[in-house]
């Protein structure tokens, strides 16, 4: 609950404010301090002020869940609480612990000191949102530690140690302990030194020593404009800081939050706002209470040494969990050591490991070549060959040989858990975790709930993955899961268009300009085309894919399947992982083309941006409708985090949002109508007319 206390230590009033968990400044809490340094400036037994935030923290900022919202605009602004502290003629102290970021620092600055613990940090992280740091931090900052130093804290957004600038004007003192005590003897000293002649010191008052201003500033922003550029906020940073630096401080804060303003009602910022909140939503199961206990993992097992297990296994022993590898053929079991024991040698080359890190890693790993050697784990993940009959051997393996407690689960990407499950006696236990190739660098895992695993063994996955630096998203049993189920039907469309005229170079570059990491075809070469071909003849067999996929399977059934044969869509060099484009392709292209009679049309970049991005959305809503997935963001975060969506955009269920659900059905009506057109495929889901019709939105629940 929101709670400003108001209490005196001797002359100086002491404001303690609260707003858990993270203190942000939210309306309730601007109002309330306002009012205590009010109450404070009027009584004349009061000589100065400190601010100190409740809970081990000063604040995170603003509070981000108003933006955009009616409450951002009530009560008193962080700009009229910020300018009635710099104005105050009794002195102000900030005295920080944990963290002041973005407005909390704001606030802190606009005080007149600032007393910090020296484990504290600080940080304008607004970058991350797509914002500037609005309420003073582009003017008051450069003030107080130097425009060059200012610029590397606004545009990093990292949180920062305060003891980096316990020497600049930024604090007054930095202290070990006794943090209350410190600002107290600041605000007497000062109230002291006021009674005596001297002025409160103001940030707003500083000069900007910067000798050319202009030419630091330009060198900034053509560093930004190639590390940032679909971001418009690191080139407003600049700009506001230039802006101020060479006119005044009043004229800076116009200017400020001029640009604040056009940020905040921008799309980019409105993506980072929602894909803040979505990372944040997807560790919460909703049917799960929050306080429920989850299984320790003190140990666990890696069935498999390939590529995919040696990557998991790598996330476990980053986390100081031992692993032990489990492969049945020597060989193959000492060439994923190697793999492993490579992957470090890698990092301590280009210098983010040391030596004995990876000595005290690489001795977290024990290779077994039997199934009785694992069978106290606490958790078994089963990385094997993705093949029905190959799972069932090692599920009923395991359950005949680990003990009764331990968590087993399958990294399959798209059979059914819920088989696998009953390959065991305890169903219960069994989990999907699906990681991501390469599995020690993505980011996304998917945790996937079978019908009958419990509540204990899904929290215990979605813990761990905290631990082994994942963010873990929850989907249903279906085939492919949340990922690659909508995969399937972005990889179908992006066929289809080649069908219709399209080549693979338009395709990659037309999505990859809207900002994909990979188009389709660049992404099936690098992952490896013979993965897809695998399922699709699993699907052709149960009758779920109706549709050959001639041209793709024509490539795989002549080994070209990627990166990997040095020829898959496109040609490849040897030690060159340029995609040339290749004459054997265009020619099966032209032959597949020939045989299916296809009239052939000019498809433009427009066309083949909306009809892979709205296959995604229409499958993905139909996941929603399925309750594969809890909720539309986390869908968006499995495509950020997985598929090289880009971030600045949101993720597709966001995407949708933006253009309006009524114009995605218009546009899905519209691709079902003209000539060729699938119009079963492109039906929308009814989850989208049903949301159209009231005029909402996926994702509107959520941020
Ligand atoms: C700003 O200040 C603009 C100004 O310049 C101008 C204004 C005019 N607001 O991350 P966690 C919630 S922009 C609302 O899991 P951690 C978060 O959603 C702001 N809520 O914990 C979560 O809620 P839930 C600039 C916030 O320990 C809970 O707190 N500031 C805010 O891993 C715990 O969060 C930032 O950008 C907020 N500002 O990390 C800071 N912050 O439990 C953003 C957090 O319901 N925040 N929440 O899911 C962070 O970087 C991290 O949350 C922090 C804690 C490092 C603070």
Redesign the pocket.
Known sequence: MTKVDYSTRGRIAVIAFQSP??N?LGFALRRDLLLALERAVADDGVEGVVLIGSNATFS??????EFGGPDMRRGP??WTLNSFLERMTKPAVAAIEG?A???GL?LAMSCHHRVALTNAKIGL??V??G?L???G?TQRLPRLIGVEGALNVMLSGE?LPVTLFAKSPLFDKVVESGLIDAAVSVAEASAAALKSGKVLPRARDMKVREPDVQALCQFARNTAKVAFKEYPAPLSIIDAVQFGAENSFDAGLAEEGRL?KQLMDGPVSAALRHVF?AE?AASRIDDIPPDIKSRDVKSVAIIGAGTMGTGIAINFLNAGIPVRLLELNKDALDRGVGRIREVYEGQVKKGKLDSAKMESRMGLLTPVLEYPAIKDVDLVIEAVFEEMSVKEKVFRTLDSTVRQGAILATNTSTLDVNHIAGFTSRPQDVIGLHFFSPANVMRLLEVVRGAKTTPDVLATATTLSKKIKKTAVVSGVCDGFIGNRMIHHYSAQAMQMINEGASPEQIDRAVEKFGFAMGPFRMGDLAGNDIGWHIRKRQYEEGSLKVRQVIADKLCELGRFGQKTGAGWYDYKKGDRTAYPSTVVSTIIDEARKAAGTPLRKLDDREIVDRLVYALVNEGARILEEKIAQRASDIDIVYLMGYGFPIWRGGPMHYADSQTLYEVSRRMQSFATQPGGDHEFWKPASLIEHLSAEGRSFTGGVA
């Open positions: 968990p993270v942000s995170a900022g603003a509070d981000i869940r602004s962080l963290m970021l973005g407005g704001e992280p607004e991350k949102l914002l740091p609005g309420a931090g949180p604040f909140f944040r």
